[in-house]
């Protein structure tokens, strides 16, 4: 089993957002990923940052997930706790239960943000490269 650490943040709401994901295994981080996604929304940086991770692990051919993610709304939508209000993040949560179906077990945790400090991290980085890029351009 794999253990995934996303996270998802943005610079005002909406804003200059980034997604980041950690994977473990064994206790390891054998992937760790981030990336500037440009202006959305906290929530859809949440959905995009799990949506990135479980293709990743798809594509390392992992069968069983433990996802943690410090967004309760994310966790709670996905085990079914809270509706998705928001017409735009449907289709990402449709996105993330198709590919939930992909694992021979996949279980979702809210964490706190002190539990996620490594991908927590790799989001606010992406945004600072991507302020530093937008202030550097506008010079």
């Known amino acids: 089993m794999v253990e995934i650490f996303t996270d998802g943040a943005?610079?005002?709401?909406?804003?200059?957002?980034?997604?980041?994901?950690?994977?473990?295994?064994?206790?390891?981080?054998?992937?760790?990923?981030?990336?500037?996604?440009?202006?959305?929304?906290?929530?859809?940086?949440e959905y995009t940052a799990m949506i990135y991770a479980l293709q990743e692990a798809l594509?390392?051919?992992?069968?069983?997930?433990?996802?943690?993610?410090?967004?309760?709304?994310?966790?709670?939508?996905?085990?079914?706790?809270?509706?998705?209000?928001?017409?735009?993040?449907?289709?990402?949560?449709?996105?993330?239960?198709?590919?939930?179906k992909g694992f021979d077990r996949f279980e979702v945790r809210h964490v706190r943000r002190t539990e996620n400090q490594h991908a927590d991290r790799l989001a606010k980085t992406a945004i600072k490269k991507e302020q530093t890029k937008v202030v550097a351009s506008s010079s």
């Open 10 to 45: 943005s610079s005002g709401n909406p804003g200059i957002s980034a997604i980041a994901f950690v994977i473990q295994k064994n206790g390891e981080v054998i992937k760790e990923f981030s990336k500037a996604i440009g202006t959305a929304t906290n929530n859809v940086a």
């Open 59 to 100: 594509v390392l051919g992992e069968r069983e997930v433990l996802a943690n993610t410090d967004s309760e709304l994310l966790c709670k939508q996905l085990k079914g706790e809270y509706r998705v209000k928001e017409a735009h993040l449907f289709p990402l949560f449709e996105q993330l239960k198709h590919l939930a």
